[in-house]
């Protein structure tokens, strides 16, 4: 197996850095795909084992590197698996804010590692120096590769354009000191509300005039769910119920450059939160809906 790519330009090696800091702060480990046309980040659900993704983030090669190559196992096989600690390379990328290059290349040292080459300004001379890293890897065999395939997930009920995650990440930081999970409605009209209930209080805020991008109603309520609703049409509502934490952490997403931001739910069961940006980047979180 080998894998070398080169960037030269400054703005992609910012939005590179912020898209493994974003991932680093949602997960300790992370899994790198490495496929001929794209470079795939994965994470998932640290506390449930052999599990779906909950993150998925794909980076088209050709906009962020001048050059990529890369051979995997053989011709029947051809991408490259393989499990990091996301911190050190979240940490190692720092030194782009000023590098004129980055190398990224495979290498087998005391065990594999992915090797950076950071090319940076002298700040005594019009010389460069270069900084190396060497993180850690492990290569995943080809028989746990079906543990890190995109999620097949069942056509969402609907689709809303989010507001900026900025403005939701303060609201959820704020409901998230008082309640572990929070209840999305997203309707028809455009609204979309966040819900938090205690023993002694209940705390909504709701956002209107939203872009809804699909909506495959109407959803029929029986239970007492919707009794906050009673002002919208209940027919046309769509909820579910996640953890606060999860949703919390894909919001700080907020640092990437990004362009569009949905939400979609499957009634009761899944939120699909999805970022993209002018870079074709797109980040998806997938949380599993509460049900009790």
Same mark, same amino acid.
């Given at each position: ?196 209930? $205690?023993?002694? @209080?209940? =705390?909504?805020? *709701?956002?209107?005039? /939203?872009?809804?991008?699909?909506? %495959? ?43 569009? $931001?949905?939400? @979609?739910? =499957?009634?009761? *069961?899944?939120?699909? /939160?999805?970022?993209?940006?002018? %870079? ?13």
């Amino acid at each position: 197996m080998k894998f070398r790519a080169v960037m030269i330009d400054a703005g992609p090696m910012r939005e590179f850095t912020n898209i493994v800091s974003t991932i680093s702060k949602l997960s300790k480990e992370c899994v790198a795909r490495i496929a001929d046309d794209q470079l795939y980040f994965i994470v998932s659900d640290e506390n449930s084992g052999p599990a779906p993704p909950i993150l998925w983030c794909e980076i088209p090669h050709a906009m962020f590197f001048s050059e990529y190559q890369m051979v995997g196992l053989d011709d029947d096989h051809k991408d490259i698996y393989l499990e990091f600690t996301s911190t050190n390379l979240a940490r190692s990328l720092i030194t782009l804010k000023n590098a004129k290059s980055l190398k990224m290349k495979l290498t087998k040292k005391q065990c594999p590692c992915l090797t950076l080459e950071i090319e940076v300004p002298s700040s005594t001379s019009q010389q460069t120096r270069q900084v190396t890293h060497d993180i850690p890897v492990k290569v995943i065999p080809r028989k746990l590769w079906s543990d890190f395939q995109e999620p097949k997930i069942p056509k969402p009920d609907i689709s809303i354009q989010l507001p900026t995650l900025k403005q939701l990440r303060t609201t959820i930081d704020r409901m998230r000191t008082m309640a572990a999970e929070v209840m999305l409605w997203a309707s028809a009209e455009g609204r979309l509300t966040l819900q938090i209930k $205690t023993d002694t @209080s209940k =705390v909504s805020t *709701r956002f209107k005039d /939203l872009r809804v991008e699909a909506f %495959e109603g109407p959803i029929e309520h029986s239970d007492s769910e919707t009794e906050t609703q009673a002002n919208e049409d209940k027919s046309n509502i769509c909820y579910c119920r996640v953890d606060a934490k999860k949703f919390s952490m894909f919001l700080s997403a907020d640092q990437i450059s990004h362009n569009r $931001t949905v939400c @979609s739910i =499957v009634h009761k *069961r899944l939120v699909v /939160l999805c970022l993209q940006t002018e %870079e074709n980047v797109k980040l998806q979180c997938f949380i599993t809906g509460i049900v009790y």
